[in-house]
């Protein structure tokens, strides 16, 4: 017999009270950790428990001694690494993913996850403008959204090139040329290198880490065979974006499929102010996108487009004697993603994008972008500060200066990490263009004018102690 339903009343309560008074803490808590990984192993640790222990009591002990451990990763002062927060419709949808426990891979098993997911799927090829009929898969996050899409890439350009690779494999296989602009983002080099691929070629890219469409052509023209041309929405620094259609036509004239990287950048074509950033971006093969940055659905929900299902599914899909197929080639999901067994995260990104509406997925967009100029107009306003990039989306580069290069290094080193500890607001540092900057991310929906005002004051009031 199936548990009785009583069973989970306590446990689920407490959750719940928990889960309410760590969302109630959100807004006004200080955004670090206030203990670290050791302090939670050894409260939660010891030896191996001989016996049971009541559900509520381990929900009561894994918030007490976790909660103080946590990162504010939903306030609206964190702005680190483009993590959004969670809106309401999709953290109560995201809860009963784990309440209904379905094994989202079969479109007969579980019909309920599947046609909310192609019911999602569409309206997200609406939202971002890509062409209606493209597959799509929802993976864990954009590192394997993006190896889903270069593994179909990889699949059709050796298909073309007359390799059997369900058959031979790799090995002996013509080279696959990957090209790249000099500033992608690590996880494409990542995927490239779970797929076999090696290391690609980087393509010069200009000031603002754009990809050069002249050095792409020679690029291009210097490689036979088959080849993969892997461009970027949003750059990780400054958010700036390839030149695409330029850059797809170029790439199509030479046989090449073109991936496009676009983890929170390919928001943009969801503005209609904005869209203009992504001209002839739906003319690319493939797209990988996070909805769990700008979309604002809770961890963890990649996004992987590709306009060509057959190279798609010839890439992901799989078949076996205990499995349950429809006839008449339905859709399963296992055929567009590398997990069989996965959550059903189609419900979170359908609730988000329901309660939202098409103007309200706009609206988060360019809401975050005006407060990320504010961002900017602020702090480039003050003596000693210099904004770095063209604050073209939702990405703010600033440099604290001092009397030389090296000065500057240390001290915008030294007030990342004063302002990360100040417990204010919380963004990360990093090296772009071989200078030391902070970086600031702006994602959430939550995120008002206050927010950024009392993050600007923080940032300064740091810089000040830190000359």
């Avoid at 904004?387 to 500057?408: E, I, K, T």
Wanted: with cysteine; proline share 5%.
């Amino acid at each position: 017999m199936s548990a009785r339903p009583d069973l989970y009343d306590k446990a689920l309560e407490r959750a719940s009270t928990h889960a309410r008074d760590w969302l109630a803490s959100v807004p006004g808590r200080a955004v670090p950790p206030q203990l670290d990984a050791d302090a939670v192993v050894a409260a939660l640790g010891g030896p191996f428990p001989e016996g049971p222990t009541d559900p509520a009591d381990v929900v009561d002990l894994l918030a007490r001694h976790v909660e103080p451990a946590l990162m504010a990763m939903p306030s609206g002062r964190f702005f680190g690494w483009v993590i959004g927060g969670t809106l309401p419709a999709a953290l109560a949808a995201d809860w009963l993913v784990s309440a209904w426990d379905q094994n989202t891979g079969m479109r007969f098993a579980t019909p309920g996850t599947t046609g909310t997911e192609e019911v999602a799927g569409g309206w997200l090829l609406e939202a971002l403008g890509l062409p209606g009929g493209s597959d799509v898969g929802f993976v864990t996050g954009g590192t394997m959204a993006n190896w889903t899409g270069l593994a179909a890439g990889r699949q059709q350009v050796l298909t073309q090139a007359g390799w059997d690779l369900d058959g031979d494999g790799l090995t002996g296989a013509p080279k696959v040329h990957v090209l790249v602009g000099e500033d992608r983002h690590a996880t494409v080099d990542l995927a490239l290198r779970y797929l076999g691929l090696g290391r690609p070629t980087a393509v010069a890219a200009d000031e603002q880490g754009r990809i050069v469409p002249a050095a792409l052509r020679s690029a291009l023209e210097a490689v036979d065979g088959p080849t993969i041309v892997a461009l970027q929405a949003g750059n990780l620094h400054s958010g700036s974006f390839d030149p695409f259609a330029e850059c797809i036509e170029l790439a199509h004239q030479h046989g090449a499929w073109v991936h496009v990287d676009g983890a929170f950048g390919l928001w943009a074509a969801a503005s209609p102010r904005l869209r203009p950033l992504v001209a002839g971006v739906g003319r690319a093969d493939s797209w990988a996108t996070d909805a769990h940055k700008w979309l604002n659905v809770p961890y963890d929900c990649g996004l992987v487009f590709c306009a060509d299902p057959q190279a798609h599914r010839a890439a992901m899909g799989a078949r076996a004697g205990y499995l349950v197929h429809g006839s008449g080639g339905e859709r399963d999901a296992l055929d567009h993603n590398p997990e069989h067994s996965r959550r059903a995260r189609g419900f979170a990104v359908y609730a988000a994008l329901r309660a939202l509406g098409r103007g309200g997925v706009a609206d988060l967009v360019e809401r975050s972008c005006t407060l990320a100029r504010r961002f900017a107009t602020q702090l480039g306003a003050t003596l000693g500060v210099t904004v770095l990039n063209d604050v073209v989306l939702n990405q703010v580069l600033v440099r604290f200066l001092a009397g030389s290069d090296r000065d500057s290094d240390d001290l915008t080193r030294t007030v990342v990490e004063r302002v990360q500890h100040d417990g204010t607001c919380w963004m990360s540092g990093t090296v772009w263009q071989g200078r030391a900057a902070m970086r600031i991310s702006v994602s959430n929906w939550s995120t008002d004018e206050a927010d950024v005002d009392r993050s600007v004051a923080a940032i300064l009031r740091c810089a000040r102690e830190a000359a």
